[in-house]
């Protein structure tokens, strides 16, 4: 193969993935159910999507007229004892990373690695959240109250059950 011909498909692979990278930018400035609360029927739920750059958590209402957490995750099971949280943040990740990583300086490659290629344990975090920062990497978003109890739904599914079908907790963890 000629020079010319690698040097034009180096260029040809550049182009695609700075189009790829600016699409995918352009893209996620479009709008999407702006005016969700004007759809018939449709009664907006107040929820909230964060993120730390690794993992992303839904906040939902603790409690509201369509869902009580409080009859699924007990207080007096947490450590944390805060008693009337306004707020549920769930995600779903590696347990190690959970439990084993407090700042990003204690990340080990052993831990990265596990996490990175789904080879570790997963498990749920769940924290209670008094008020909502909206500022950084935390967006607000409205579903339809249909949609907002799927969303439950999906959640509590995806949560270990004992055989009492209460949650399973991890033992001395936060």
Sequence with gaps: MKMQSIKKIILGLILLIFLYVG??????LIPVNKNISM???CKPVTIFISTNGVH???IVPFKNEYFDWSK???VVNVLSKKLNPNFLSVGWGDKGFYLDIEEW?????????KAGFGLGQSAMH???IDQINLKGDCKKIELCADDYLKLVAYIIESFQVNNKEEFSLIPNAS
């Design 39 to 41: 759809s018939m029927g």
């Design 72 to 74: 699924k995750i007990l």
């Design 126 to 128: 769940v924290t209670f």
């Design 23 to 28: 699409l995918m930018y352009i893209l996620a």
């Design 105 to 113: 300086r204690d990340l080990d490659f052993k831990t990265a690695f």
């Design 56 to 58: 992303s958590d839904f």
